[in-house]
């Protein structure tokens, strides 16, 4: 009975003590949150009022523009990327050796419709990225519309051998995310080409990854398969694939011919473009913030991905200018060889691994520099709880959609060496409009817009260095 | 006892009961939320597919343009949106007169800063919609910069008579909302002309009510004070401003001149536009969908307000696609002279009174075709509780936002009809670049954006309509 009631007063006063304990840690977390609360502000601030972001992707876009790996524009980029990081104030800014490909357009391709009136129509075209030439005389054939992968197989060697297969598979209007209708149509372009190879195709056409009807070719990797040949590969803008099939349709198509004289080179070097900030408290604790440097070559690549490499430099910027001493080591990487070998990523992959490296974190930029709407992530259940115990600091500012979606294609592995991985996610509705083509300018970007972005992947990265993930 | 029992007994059945109709209720609530679910993804889909919204903003804009009230344009606009409420398949369309103010820019303003080295800058202006002209020699004066209205009332009678009083004003760029900036910040257009003259002003130079640093001048009606006298009044760019004020603190600064031609010439004859669908079932309760006709002179009007004449119309045609016969009245109006006078919307007010019509809710879109965040609200509560039953539908599509805010100046009033009021709200980092400036263009807008916009409306019209509030 004493016994008992001793351990009814012992469990009493653990009782009172863990209340007190929650009434520590309650008021502790209240304050927390409120504090974080705070400093997030400042930084909105601070960003929103001195950012540089906007005159840097002026730079970047008007003084260097298309950069694509191993061309002289893309080591540009770097020379200009080490600046601005030791001008945002980098403790350290250093260069990663990588090896890229060296893709060249050569001569501006040009193609033809041919109708069976004699007509001749031009199209709007562009190689893609990756793909072999043409012979100098250009190819000439019939066209074999498909508008899907089993329509292909179904039609086979004996409707395809020695023809043109057009690709016309349109991005579907009615997703709400234009990103789901990219993966879904965007086969065409990866896929395409090799699978019309495998029964025979001589050359391939594909209708642009563009959201609506326009006439600028939209280019992008192919990726051939080692079983089948090589094939040339173009994008005709969506105008004139629907120009196309209705031709088609019609009866009134003689044969496609189209001309183009790119190639690949042998690889180049280049280099990932990477600054930090040591961490305070667990310097060896290592959280990526990331956007790629290199663009394709018909524009800008403004929001593709000159947004995010300037975003990134603007999150340490930021942070130095208000003088945050990170907890843990925030590095800026600004990948190379993102577009059409991803090269820039393995490298720094395989140098964490090297290193050993503890890698807590890691957000890339790279849908465009619109008004962010959240991050996407790919993250385990508790680094999922712990973001989403945030939820109500970035509800502040609109960016609290967290739905799992894919990082970013240079981090994505960075789960590998213990990375938590999340991607900044932006308003998808207008970059269909510009990705991968001549649109994708710097006066296509909103000033806001872009410092909205660098603001999210400041507050995350902010409260990743304070609290780990 | 048994009289207890036979109680208890009849509160089981009552309970049995009561959980029974909860049931029935039940599944007739969630199969109505399920088929609404349906019926707005049905609307969504047409309406991303097969909209006309983008196109009719084209002619709007191209074929058309800037259509200030009284002007020639402004009547075309009157006549082309009878057409394409007609092509949209209107049950009736009809004009409601109104006599609106004809105010006229004149000759392209012209204003210079004459520094004391004797350089003179050109400046970037235009006259303030519904201002006054200057003298045929313009006015000439040394210059006085305020930052607010305190900042006047300090400076008083004997440092502003006889001079030009410089309103430098910047928009808060940490307001995540534009709106909230714009709120702030336009009393200076508004107020600050009539407020200078108070002191003896004899001109009022504004900067332009624009989020970022840019050369276009904004206007915008300035509203006079019939106890102080008229004064000319312009804005300057943002760029401009800038530079003025910087002058002005170095000392370097002799005088501004600058010349307008503007006036207000006697009312003239107009329309609103009206375009119904007769409900079914309850075809005397009106649900109001709007936008406003007129735009300023100096751009196409393309985000103010061609977006919501078009969308407003969109909601209709889709409407009409799907066979979808309305429980109450639709209504289409496209007001005339938002922009200086608000008649259109005096005139609908005043003729819904004389009729003694049942209006049930009226939403205007004027915040853009920019993508869609949801609805502001201007409701009693009950409306409001309803409007968050459908918080889920709304959610599927990103339009959740319904927090309480400004419906849309054309229909405010229509409150006093019975009328719960809502605004199509949207993403509005883009919209004071373009505000009432020369880059309000058709290419600023985005399609499917602007479809989305339309879609938003076309949602919560068919809730409304099958429901009431």
Redesign the interface.
């Known amino acids: 009975m004493l016994f008992s009631l001793s351990l009814l007063d012992n469990v009493y006063d653990m009782k009172k003590c863990i209340t007190f304990i929650y009434c520590c840690f309650g008021a502790i977390y209240v304050h927390a949150q409120q504090s974080d609360s705070l400093f997030v502000r400042n930084i909105?601030?601070e960003l929103?009022?001195h950012s540089t972001s906007y005159d840097n992707l002026r730079y970047i876009c008007k003084e260097i523009g298309p950069r694509l790996s191993g061309s002289a524009n893309a080591q540009k980029a770097v020379e200009t990327t080490v600046r601005m990081l030791k001008q945002a104030g980098a403790d350290t800014v250093y260069l990663q050796p990588c090896m890229v490909p060296h893709w060249v357009r050569g001569e501006k391709e040009k193609g033809t419709l041919q109708l069976k009136s004699g007509k001749s129509v031009p199209l709007h075209l562009c190689a893609l990225g990756n793909a072999i030439g043409t012979p100098a005389k250009g190819i000439d054939a019939s066209v074999v519309e498909v508008k899907s992968f089993e329509a292909l197989d179904q039609l086979g060697a004996s409707k395809i051998k020695g023809k043109i297969v057009f690709f016309n598979i349109p991005m579907n209007?009615?997703h709400?995310e234009?990103f789901d209708a990219y993966g879904e149509s965007g086969i065409a372009r990866w896929n395409g080409p090799s699978q019309a190879a495998k029964y025979g195709a001589i050359g391939a056409v594909v209708r642009s990854l563009a959201?609506?009807p326009d006439d600028y070719p939209h280019t992008g990797s192919t990726g051939y398969n080692d079983s089948f040949p090589k094939i040339p590969a173009i994008a005709i803008s969506t105008n004139d694939a629907n120009y196309l099939s209705s031709q088609l349709q019609q009866g009134n198509v003689s044969s496609v011919w189209f001309k183009t004289s790119c190639s690949m080179l042998p690889d180049e070097p280049s280099f990932n473009v990477i600054g930090e900030i040591k961490g305070s408290i667990q310097p060896a604790e290592i959280i990526t913030i990331g956007g790629h440097l290199d663009s394709w070559d018909l524009a800008e690549g403004a929001h593709d991905d000159g947004a995010g490499v300037v975003q990134s430099i603007e999150v340490l910027r930021t942070f130095k200018a208000l003088r945050y001493q990170p907890k843990r080591t925030i590095r800026i990487v600004l990948f190379m060889n993102e577009e059409n070998g991803g090269r820039g990523g393995d490298a720094y992959l395989a140098e964490a691994k090297t290193k050993k490296e503890k890698h807590v974190f890691a957000i890339e930029s790279d849908a465009g520099g619109f008004?962010p709407?959240g991050f996407s992530n790919m993250m385990k259940p508790a680094a999922f709880e712990k973001l989403m115990s945030w939820k109500n600091i970035f509800q502040?500012?609109?960016i609290d959609d967290l739905h799992i979606k894919n990082s970013g294609s240079d981090i994505e592995s960075l789960s590998e060496v213990g990375a938590e991985l999340a991607g900044l996610r932006t308003?998808s509705?207008?970059y269909f409009?510009v990705h991968h083509a001549a649109t994708d300018t710097f006066e296509s970007v909103?000033?806001?817009?872009l410092e909205?972005g660098a603001f999210s992947m400041a507050a995350i990265a902010y409260l990743v260095s304070e609290y780990g993930l």
Request: aromatic share 8%; proline share 4%; no cysteine.
């Open positions: 909105f601030n929103m009022t209007p009615t709400l234009t959201s609506n008004t709407r502040t500012y609109g308003d509705q207008r409009d909103s000033k806001r817009e909205l």
